[in-house]
């Protein structure tokens, strides 16, 4: 199995562990990962609202990307993989659209006709991995921890083509599958404020409290995401979140597949659990899944690294 | 006391292009099958702090009270959830027409002052334009220093723990060879720095 | 060509070409004084004129008194759709004088004014047909409709009120009537119901006493846990397969008496009861509902031990005196001759679980309208108690309106019963509980008699109506009031802000959908269906209850959403068309079958197998192909494949076609 | 083809399900290219290979066939027959030089008016691409007319036998 691999901007800063984590599962699955040589970034809701027409020409340069290496492109970030899937319907559907994007591509030495996929790493684990592929490696078994699988807007809406867009299970299926019991989270799907944290944080971090609230109140021990922004979202905010509410406990927020790779064993430190600003790490000695200590920041830590490929 | 405001729209209120700008969108042409049903205000999960539910803005954008539509800050506290948009019985694509608005306000400068959003828009639309990347931290840091220079302040103990795990950096960005993007989104005449 | 006519001595074609206005509905679009003008330059035509109205009195009359004066024998009026008026202008054509098959149609209105937007493509587009229409119109001959006799019985399939109704007034005519209805009683849904409105009555008293006419009435014949297999034939003269499912019960001697229900090993029932929806349980031997007709019980082979192979002492054999249990029945199939057919097959309620923001299976104290209709009637599960799925006493309801309906997701259509019903409800569940009601609208839709005082009324009674669609249902509390309750988040879209209100019981009016089998009974009956699936009616203002298939007709909710009053006046219609074709006592068949000609027949025994009605025979002795006029239907197949070109099918000849496809074309 | 020429299409419509659904296109008040003539028949089964091929040879650029949807036919099966007709006849014009794309068919039921409307506006968009339809030299001389002498030779001939 082999796929190109758009990062995104967030992947390389913010979101590092998530790169980190999918990546190194992927090594340990045999799954090939090829970053896409020079992406750019994906134009996320901002540019939309910009420029329009353009937004789809920055997006489907990185299809164009992945078709001149004849793969589908998988996308981690939830917000990346739903502005290229949703530039990929509109090149489909509408004629101005293709044009546009024909005619800006071809300008700058690049085209897209429509070949390259994209997918999501949730939807690869689950459809395109053998049955048991990854259940066969693991040898840390998640037994005994509760997770609230979050996974916010981008992945089920507007289309949702490999879940349940009223009740997605993907992540619910491979997190069971490495032993972790699931709890109903009734909010999986709800919104995590998005940009609005930041930039309108009264309007914002309320969604990420009611988000934080139901998880504590169903005894989660952890949520896992699929989306860097909603996992700094979730994570981040939460002494901001605590001035209004100080009965709010901290709640670990990690990225689905900083689970799986713990299951399957894998060195904490190349599954980025050491960047958690709140730690799981000793909640998941307390379980007795991770043994040893803490992984420690390494003693110089490299900037956070653009343009690795 | 505030003084007493009439609220009466006439026809010369209306503009006449601006629904039919909206409406030519990609993703905004079923506007007008909308039934006013209120599903999109009912779930949209931010519509309890706008002054404008998504429903009225689709039925003040139909009928092109272009100024209601864009002075509300309805569009700036969407956050693109898509709930709306895939619960519509009408199947409108009520978030294509928010970002369609949304660039009708920047376009036209018409938004209120005190969103940042747009703001955000616009450096994030330079960043990208530039570099062809985004470099967050630079963005967030410009963003609330232009905007709420306090609150940047009293993050600083999270800046703190993100530069610590390796999250945060002031680096910047930038693809290796820019040039062929550029070309590429300078190739088309709608481009946004042009149009506004 | 048309000198060769002269020439064989054949008579002078005269033609008479009218175009209609149609008010504007054509000349808006269509310049027809220009058309008609063009088309008084073809040959033959002797007179071409446009007209305000060609189908009004005066129109018809125009072409009468031209074929008298310009002694015309060929007429081609360009108007609306053949499907529409064809038959009109062929009578008005034997009016005067001549035969009506020499009369042809041109669409130009369907197919013309109204679809495009050019005057001038779309004037020239008359002026092509109807040089096609001119071109083909002259070799056209006369032709006799032949008569065939009716079947003086009639078959109504479906036991629901429209199916009784409709039953019950031919039956009154002393039509014989076969009623066959797939339950184990009639009833259909308006026997679940509790109440009716705008008045209130009670349901079952005054569906009860036409049920039990039913099965009283000398011209009925009842058939119960029944369906129709297969219908062949054609308008009168229909044979119909019906399959009487075993009831395990000898109809004749069982009296209903329960005996067996009560002596069932079963103590309790194990099976969810179809009659109260899944409120409660049934045993595997069973009566539907105490005013069930036929008043018979029968026996559910999937849950019964016995039928099953299991091992059982059969204590239900034992109970029965009378002996009427029988475990060795099978199902039986009965063959009737029909003249008419009234499909009034009903409908069924939207499955809510499509819709999973209302929370339908997931939280307990969602239900469907239906559910309520069961709980809140007497005679239901609980007697009338309203007691929710967790056994509280409901204090707060939430009514939620259009549930599936005018929904591109689900059902496009508005279900038309589900404002009034749900008020209907609001009413009886205050009355039972107290309880305070909120109702989310889109729009109350009222219209008919008594209804919008009936709004008035629940509004008078202090029943909350909301302008929202309910966009959520949860069991998440975010403050103190939520806890423990079902929470409705929905804009109040005439105050302009969202609310959450927090109920114990949620009421889903669900709309109306056609049956999942919808389109094997269409296929079966041979008619059509709307896109959503109800069964087309041939005209939908002037001819409802008809269908493109003759002899076959509609009533009640299998032909769209209606409510009780709605589907009794069809019902009525129904019998109504039924009774006219089975009173005329004979059908008019139209020309349009084919004819073979044994000179050109070469025997070959290529149109033999493709005809689906095997209307074609080889005659041995004269070495072809005969077609036999009763049973042709005018298909044309085996006129296109015949190799020699010795069939011909009448109104559509080779010629006449070949000549329309010319004229049209050679019109620049 | 110049912009402002519109192709010619020839359609020939089963009276159950397409006529009835081109119909409610016009209830319906859809609105689509003025480039369609509309022949009746009882059943698309009615339709004659010749019928297409005449089309064609007295100048149409296209052919549509509307026929129920399979399963669906007012007369069972016509509409299958049909179809096989359909595969032959296009094999046949690719033969002959005609482009094959300017025969069309389509299953409408009664209900789709929209369906109606979407294809007429393809084709029609379909056969401005392609052009005006010319008529290869060789089918030029093919025509309709010849066939229709025969038989009414042979006829004569015939009748006499039988008179005889």
Redesign the interface.
Known sequence: MRYAYFPG??L??????YEESFLAVCRALEIGMDELD????C????????????SH??AT?NLALAERVGLDVVVPCAGCYGVLAKSKE?FE??S??RN?VT????????AYEGRAQVRHPLDILSNDLPPRALRSKVKKPLKGLKVACYYG??LI??VSPFDD???PQTMDGLLKSVGARMVEY??KG??C????T????E??LP?CY?LLK?AH?LEADVIATACPLCQFNLE??Q??IAKKHPDLKPMPVVYFTQLIGVAMGLDPKDLGL????VPIEPLLREKGILGGEDAK?KAK???????RS | MDPIEREIRYESDRDPTFADEIRAMPGCELMDRCIQCATCSGICPMSDAMELTPRRIIELTRNGFKNDVLRANTIWLCTSCYQCQVECPKKIGITDIMYALKSKAIESGAYGKKFTIPILAREFYAMVKANGRVSESRLVQRLFMKTQPTRFLGMGRLGMKLMKTGRFSNKVERMRNPEGLRRALEALPTDGRKRS | MMTELHQNGQEEVRIGYFVCHCGTNIAAMIDVAAVAEYVSTLPNVVVSKDYRYMCSEAGQDLIVQDIKEHRLNRIVVAACSPLLHERTFRTATQRGGINPFFCHMVNIREHGSWVHEDRAEATEKAKALARGAIGRVKYHKALEKRREPVTPAALVVGGGIAGIQAALTLANTGKKVYLVERDPTIGGHMAKFDKTFPTLDCAACILTPKMSEVYAHPNIVLWTYSEVEGIEGYVGNYQVRVRRKARYIDEELCVGCLDCVDECVFKVGNVDDEFNVGLSKRKPVYMPFPQAVPKLVVIDPVACTHLNGGNCQKSCVDACERAAINFDQTDTIEEIKVGAVIVATGFKTFDPKRKPLYGYGKYPNVYTALEVERLVTSCGPTEGEVVCRDGRTPKKIGIVHCVGSRDHQTNRWCSRVCCMYSMKLAHLLHEHTGAEIYNFYIDIRAPGKGYEEFYERLQEEGNHFIRGRVAEITDIPKVAEEEGMLTIRVEDSLAGFVRRIPVDMVVLSTGLEPHADSQDVRRMFNISCSREGFFLERHPKLAPVSTTTDGVYLAGCCQGPKDIPDTVAQAGAAAAEALTLLDTGYVEMEPSVSVVDPIFCSGCKTCLNLCPYHAITRDDAKGVAVINPVLCKGCGVCVAACPSGAITQNLFEDREIFEEIEEVLAYA | MPEDTQPRILAFFCNWCTYTAADLAGVSRMKYAATSRVVRVMCSGRIDPQFVLSAFAKGADGVLIGGCHPGDCHYISGNTKCLRRHRLLKRMLADMGIEPERLRLEWISASEGDRVKTVINEMTADLKRLGPLKLPERCVAWDVEAIDEEPDHAEAVAKEAVHA
């Open positions: 901007c967030s390389k800063s913010s979101g590092r562990a020079d992406w750019n970034c134009g996320a809701t901002a540019y939309m609202s910009v420029d329009e027409a353009n020409v920055l340069r509109y559907k509408y101005s659209v546009a005619t800006g591509l071809a300008a700058g030495g690049f807007c981008r809406r507007p867009m009223h009740d009734g909010l709800k919104c404020g998005g940009s609005l930041g930039t309108v944080p309007a914002g969604m009611d139901e109140r981040c905010y002494d901001d050491h960047r958690q600003i920041p830590e490299p900037a956070a690294a653009g343009g």
